[in-house]
């Protein structure tokens, strides 16, 4: 399977949703909800793997194209072998 490419953006868009649902998670258990409470703990739970999970493969793919650009191009290869 291959792997999407997970742009910063991503990161910055799962970090504003577990900002969102801890204001959900404090609200509900200030109202006194707490079945919902959990389920959104829960649900807070899950969002927090999913930035770890987008987050390395940000990393990963960031580490990928700087060594993409430091590896000589197959024109200048071909150019040294004959020089």
């Known amino acids: 399977m291959?792997?999407?490419?997970?742009?910063?953006?991503?990161?910055?868009?799962?970090?504003?949703?577990i900002s969102n649902l801890r204001?959900?998670?404090?609200?509900?258990?200030?109202?006194?909800?707490?079945?919902?409470?959990?389920k959104v703990r829960?649900?807070?739970?899950?969002a927090e793997g999913a930035l770890r999970h987008a987050d390395g493969i940000n990393r990963r793919q960031a580490r990928s194209f700087i060594e993409r650009l430091d590896e000589p191009h197959r024109s200048e290869s071909a150019v040294n072998l004959f020089f």
């Open 23 to 38: 204001a959900a998670r404090l609200l509900l258990v200030q109202a006194g909800a707490k079945k919902s409470a959990a």
């Open 42 to 46: 829960r649900a807070l739970k899950s």
């Open 2 to 17: 291959k792997t999407r490419l997970v742009t910063r953006l991503n990161v910055v868009e799962i970090e504003s949703a």
